[in-house]
């Protein structure tokens, strides 16, 4: 950075300008304030001009989301890491029972799409993207996802993937159809991708089985042998109790 930009960053500062919020929210008696914070952004979520809660990292996103069913709506923030690719961590806060934090997860990639209420409950379902990076030594850009479903029933987070199928639904046919074009074109990690992606979604709505067995008619031994050898890492990443194929028990882990 040269002198010029310093100076002009200096002046800027001295006129209060840097310290302009990114963004404010709000919400409810509370009010969400986004700010520059080091090299990154930090959150306040304030009352009557104090911070209660502060949370930095190098991108933040803040959206409204009604997810208890009972208004104020819920507070969603998005921390992002910077990087290539990694890493989403969300926040969700509500008010009901007093300010709390409701949800914490890192997701390394994808994360949270959408909200939505699927049911017509008054209460919005999280459409989550888990991210398979470097699977298997797959590159990022083969890495395939799969969208899980997640409902909140006032206490507890449950998975309703199988309740409601259709993001998974609609990635298979995705995957299928790259899978298809990387066969054409002979793209083996192409293919790879694909048919973990299409393996994965069939896996989450409970139609595994055929969608093995359809891969394993129209993928090359290539393909087959690498999904095969991945097959209890892939099944135990969907399944709500741990798989094993070892022989010698207890299974290493
Ligand atoms: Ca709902």
């Known amino acids: 950075m ?6 002009l960053m200096a002046l800027l500062g001295s006129l209060g300008l840097a310290q302009k919020p ?24 304030l ?15 803040a959206s409204l989301v009604e997810v208890t069913g009972r208004p104020p709506k819920e507070l969603l923030l998005t921390g992002y890491s910077g990087g290539a690719h990694c890493c989403t961590t969300h ?4 008010q009901e029972g007093g300010l709390r934090n409701l949800l914490y997860q890192e997701w390394g990639d994808g994360g949270i799409q959408e909200v939505r209420d699927l049911d017509g409950d008054g209460r919005g379902e999280l459409i989550a993207l888990w991210v ?47 899978f298809l074009k990387a066969r054409s074109s002979g793209d083996l990690l192409g293919m790879r991708g694909s048919a973990l992606g299409y393996w994965l979604n069939a896996l989450v709505i409970g139609q595994g089985a055929e969608a093995k067995r359809w891969l394993m008619e129209s993928a090359p031994p290539e393909v087959r042998s690498w999904l095969l050898q991945h097959e209890e890492e892939i099944l135990n990443s969907v399944s709500a109790l741990p798989r094993s194929y070892s022989r010698a028990l207890p299974p290493k882990r």
């Open 132 to 178: 398979y990076a470097y699977f298997g030594d797959l590159s990022f850009a083969y890495s395939p996802g799969v969208y899980r479903v997640y409902a909140y029933d006032g206490m507890a987070f449950h998975e309703v993937t199988r309740k409601f199928p259709l993001p998974a639904l609609q990635a298979m046919r995705a995957y299928r159809k790259d």
């Open 47 to 61: 009352l009557a001009g104090r911070t209660l809660v502060e949370v930095r990292d190098f991108l933040l996103e």
């Open 2 to 7: 040269n002198a010029w930009v310093l100076a």
């Open 91 to 94: 926040y969700l806060f509500t």
């Open 22 to 45: 990114l963004k404010t929210l709000a919400w409810g008696s509370y009010s969400l304030r986004i700010e520059e914070n080091e090299g990154g952004q930090v959150a306040r979520i």
